[in-house]
């Protein structure tokens, strides 16, 4: 299996991926802060881990992926007071427009998606302990990070120390003991939420919760934290001083990937400026397969701008795309009916498919290289419209078909399903279905007999096929991931 290459923040180098244990990824990508909807360039960062998670499960990684909401922090507390709901009420709303975002956008749901209100017992342990290990201090029930006492703080985004004193002098605190020192716990104010702490009543700051939920759910260090380039400062860099701080650990995480900004019509994106899309319109107004498509069109680190023109092409794209799977299914219902003699075609299409994949790897190993990797696709799209004609294989075209519905489906777009809309789509399913059940009889049976290499054989062998098992009260379930 050939080594996949990832750009890390960190070193600013690519290097080869290994990851810490085995064939386990350990994934953290910081997700939405819930107050608002999102904006399509918080879409494309979803995108973008979305594939790369995609990419990684098509080596053979098996990748426990975490992402979080944001459920309280002063953009929740600041959005709730002007539209006169409860802070929770408001994540909720959010939360739920996420939840369809990354439906339509065809992301695989996260293996859990905690929020920070679930998490307070664990970020006031880690406060304590940075306290405790002397990088933190508290003023009248605010608890700072004292940024000097932290040697390496600034290795990520590789600013200078006095840099940072130059800047944040803009925001005087007369709390703070350095003017580069940073909240890691908020005391209450009136009408606000908060929580019982051992320094009064209040709430955490922004950073504190992706520091405990990486440690909570993937312990440290793991392998991927992602996010935009906008957390590299000062987002990452707070979690990696607060983990090192408080659990005495060199590093919290191997590779740190960030993604590019979007711009949209190339201007930077801002809400200030409000010039901005969210992933909503842009949702409503095209076809979200087209809407996938285009937020990989651009390499994952490069900035990608949001405009008309981009969206025309990414929907020709999928139209190419589609009408060359139309192609070969139309090719294979002749084949089915007179047959035909094999021919010259069958052995360049046959070729054509198998190095559309070494090709299309080739790309995505180089640092998920996705519009190198879509070209990929397109030069398989071009022998297809050209040879299918003269195929006279059906094995041949199915296996081009797989081919392409395997690698567009690793940038989010999902061909199967149409395939499976048409005449035998219900006999098909009923198949299935009889079939994983009686996988799973045979499970259970190993699982009595103390079989459990063979049931867990069963269980990964089906979980490799997208199938998703879960063992509940009432026996084990499936479904397709
Ligand atoms: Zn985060």
């Known amino acids: 299996m050939k080594m996949v290459n990832v750009y890390n923040t960190r070193t600013r180098s690519k290097e080869e991926f290994v990851p810490i244990e085995g064939n386990n990824v350990r994934m953290y990508v910081c997700g939405p802060t819930v107050y608002d909807y999102p904006h399509i360039g918080n879409a494309r960062s ?73 998490h307070m017992d664990d970020i006031i342990e880690m406060v304590e302990l940075i306290i405790k290990n002397g990088y933190g201090y508290d003023v009248d029930g605010d608890v700072y990070f004292n940024v000097p006492s932290f040697e390496t703080y600034g290795g990520l985004s590789r600013i200078p120390m006095d840099d940072l004193s130059s800047r ?103 809400k200030s400026e409000k010039n901005f899309s969210t992933a909503r319109e842009v949702l409503d107004n095209y076809d979200h397969q087209a809407v996938r498509l285009y937020l990989v069109t651009g390499q994952y680190r490069q900035p990608l701008d949001y405009n008309d023109k981009a969206m025309k092409q990414a ?75 003269d195929v006279g294989g059906a094995a041949v075209l199915r296996e081009a078909l797989a081919v392409m519905i395997e690698l567009v489906g690793i940038l989010g777009v999902n061909l199967a399903d149409e395939a499976q809309t048409g005449e035998g789509a219900g006999q098909a399913a009923k198949a299935l279905k009889g079939i994983v059940d009686f996988l799973l009889e045979l499970r259970e049976g190993a699982r009595k007999s103390k079989d459990f290499a063979k049931a867990d054989q069963i269980r990964d062998r089906l979980g490799e096929l997208g199938i998703e098992i879960a063992d509940t009260k009432d026996g084990p379930t499936w479904k397709m991931s």
Request: hydrophobic letters at 35%; charged letters at 30%; proline letters at 4%.
């Open 46 to 118: 979803f995108a973008v881990f979305d594939t790369i998670r995609r990419y990684l499960e098509y080596k053979g990684y098996r990748v426990v992926y975490i992402t979080n909401f944001t459920d309280i922090d002063d953009k929740m507390i600041n959005r709730s007071k002007e539209d006169g709901i409860e802070v929770s009420e408001l994540a909720a709303k959010f939360i739920t427009e996420y939840l369809t975002i990354a439906k339509q956008l065809n992301l695989i749901p996260a293996t859990i998606n905690p929020r920070a209100t679930e």
């Open 168 to 270: 944040a002098r803009v925001e005087v605190d007369e709390k703070k003991k350095d003017p580069r020192d940073f909240i890691l716990w908020k005391a209450e104010k009136p009408g606000e939420p908060s929580w019982e702490s051992p320094w009064g009543k209040g709430r955490p700051g922004w950073h504190a919760e992706c520091s405990v939920m990486g440690k909570h759910y993937l312990g440290f260090p793991f392998d991927i934290h992602g996010g935009g380039q906008d957390l590299i400062f000062p987002h990452h860099e707070n979690e990696i001083a607060q983990s090192a701080a408080a659990y005495g650990i060199e590093t919290p995480v191997k590779y740190w990937l960030h993604n590019g900004f979007l711009t949209i019509d190339s201007d930077k994106m801002s």
């Open 315 to 389: 929907i020709q794209s999928l139209e190419r795309i589609k009408n060359a799977a139309d192609t070969i299914r139309g090719r294979i219902s002749i084949l089915e009916k007179i047959g035909s003699r094999e021919s010259d075609a069958d052995r360049k299409l046959a070729e054509a498919s198998k190095k559309a994949r070494e090709d299309f790897e080739k790309e995505m190993d180089d640092d998920f290289n996705t519009p190198g990797a879509l070209a990929e696709i397109f030069t398989l799209v071009r022998e297809i419209n050209t040879l299918t004609k």
